[in-house]
């Protein structure tokens, strides 16, 4: 896994040390330089810090002409810059570009966890842009999101399936998996890949309608049937037949489906004359086979013929840190069809996201986040919108629990003026947030430059 990557520009070695002491070298790179030009010469020799920590030393205007120089060299930086009083306000430019503010002596555990914070939002972007400038095909196996070791097994297999001349497959996993994009990869990726891509859910039909999807049939074959039909195997000629959900198909259509596939030929149904076949199957289920093959629902011999070649997905809850990748993709899919500019995601709803064990996979991960982007009505993903099932009423309700503890009762009896009022509403906000001006800002719904400008009028100190 390639390691995090962290800027230190202008500190002293005792801070430099302590800061280095709560990122071990196993996850991050750590780079320091004693200013900024230094830190230029760094960042043109290849290394791009996800987070950079700067001090504010030189005068604020000299300092944003620096900042703006380096940040044009790498737009997905996130600044965290450090001060040597919280009093003073900055201009509106250096407040825009800074992920959050600090003071001098550094509080590492406040440092860490701003860093990661940092990390996450740097991430997101980055993947939020590259999303949304991407021309890459469908299909390609790159489209399998995911850095996990399940999803490395995956595209692994995938990749070496490209040269192999399949006649047939199977692809296992619960709903929502992805076997379609699978199935999608092995066609598109494959040596069939110029050829046809016909897909069937075979739980959609009934048992006769099914075969003649399939086989196709003459006029007459039965009633109803008033001209020729060309089945799915002949239309898939060439290329790739896809058939999702067999576990669900009829014993006796099973028979008739191996046969094709072993002899390559079919037969319209009302016709005697048998027609030659040139297909690849690929075939899905969300069913344990061998389970439905020892309770005779699935034929041994038709298990065997498709499972030369087996690929099993994972759920997501087995693969929770592909969220990282997946949940800004989608982000950025319905932010375009949507004309929508969704573009943080708050800790707490991060959290969210981590701990559900999503029963519906990537389908339901997928439909979860069109529904809050639909709905967003700034550039927050909107938590409220993510409306989890029953399995996270316990998190949701220690979430509640732990907000209703810092709720506040202001009296009205007179005895409290309105700025009384407003300072013990900030002070709560930021109790709440360790002092975050950024995170308080977001809760109270203002920007850091007014919630600072209160903090200063209120004489507010951490």
């Known amino acids: 896994m390639a390691k995090k990557r962290l800027l230190i520009i202008g500190q002293d070695k005792d801070t430099l040390s302590g800061i280095q002491s709560v990122f071990p070298v196993k996850e991050w790179q ?38 703006k120089e380096l940040h044009a060299d790498i737009p997905f930086v996130e600044w965290i810059i450090v001060t040597a009083t919280q009093e003073k306000e900055y ?26 914070r940092a990390l996450r939002a740097s991430l997101l972007r980055q993947r939020l842009n590259s999303y949304s400038e991407a021309d890459s095909s469908r299909y390609s196996i ?13 595209k692994g297999l995938l990749e070496q399936l490209k040269s192999v001349p399949l006649t047939s497959m199977v692809i296992t996993g619960e709903t929502g998996t992805g076997k379609g994009l699978a199935a999608g990869i092995v066609h598109y990726s494959g040596q069939r890949k110029n050829g046809p891509f016909i897909e069937l859910n075979c739980a959609a ?33 060439g290329g790739t037949l896809f058939l999702d959900e067999i576990g669900d198909m009829d014993l006796e259509l099973q028979s008739k489906l191996l046969k094709a596939i072993e002899e390559q ?38 298990y065997h013929r498709l499972s030369v070649f087996h690929v099993e997905l994972p759920a997501l809850r087995e693969r929770k840190e592909d969220l990282l990748d997946l949940v800004p993709h989608f982000i950025a899919e319905y932010n375009s069809k949507a004309k929508k500019n969704v573009n943080y995601i ?35 993903l909107p938590v409220e919108w993510l409306q989890l099932k029953q ?50 800002a977001r809760l109270l719904k203002t920007t850091r430059q007014t919630l600072r400008y209160r903090i200063k009028k209120f004489h507010i100190t951490s």
């Open 30 to 67: 750590l780079l320091s330089t004693e200013n900024f030009l230094s830190a230029r010469e760094v960042v043109k020799d290849g290394a791009e810090p996800q987070v950079i920590i700067a001090k504010l030393e030189d005068s604020e205007e000299v300092f944003l002409d620096y900042l």
């Open 91 to 116: 201009s509106t430019e250096i407040e825009e570009v800074a992920f959050d503010f600090v003071n001098q002596p550094l509080d590492l555990k406040r440092i860490q966890k701003l860093v990661k």
């Open 205 to 237: 039909l009934p048992r006769e309608l099914l075969e003649s999807q399939l086989f196709g049939h003459e006029a007459g074959a039965f009633t109803g049937a008033k001209s020729r039909h060309k089945g799915l195997f002949e239309q898939a000629d």
């Open 265 to 302: 030929k079919i037969r319209r149904l009302g016709s005697e004359k048998e027609i030659n076949i040139d297909v690849q199957i690929i075939a899905a289920t969300g069913l344990d086979l061998q389970q439905a093959v020892i309770q005779g629902d699935f034929r041994d011999d038709l």
């Open 346 to 380: 708050s800790d707490e709803t991060w959290e969210l996201l981590l701990e559900y064990d999503w029963p519906g996979n990537v389908r339901e991960l997928r439909n979860v986040l069109e529904r809050c982007v639909l709905l967003s009505q700034s550039d927050v």
């Open 142 to 154: 790159k489209a399998f999101l995911g850095k996990s070791e399940p999803v490395k097994k995956v």
């Open 391 to 440: 399995e996270m009423a316990a998190n949701i309700d220690r979430e509640k629990s732990a907000f209703d503890e810092d709720a506040l009762i202001i009296p009205l009896d007179g005895s409290l003026a309105l700025d009384d009022m407003e300072k013990i509403i900030i002070e709560a906000a930021l109790d709440r947030t360790q002092f975050n001006v950024a995170e308080a």
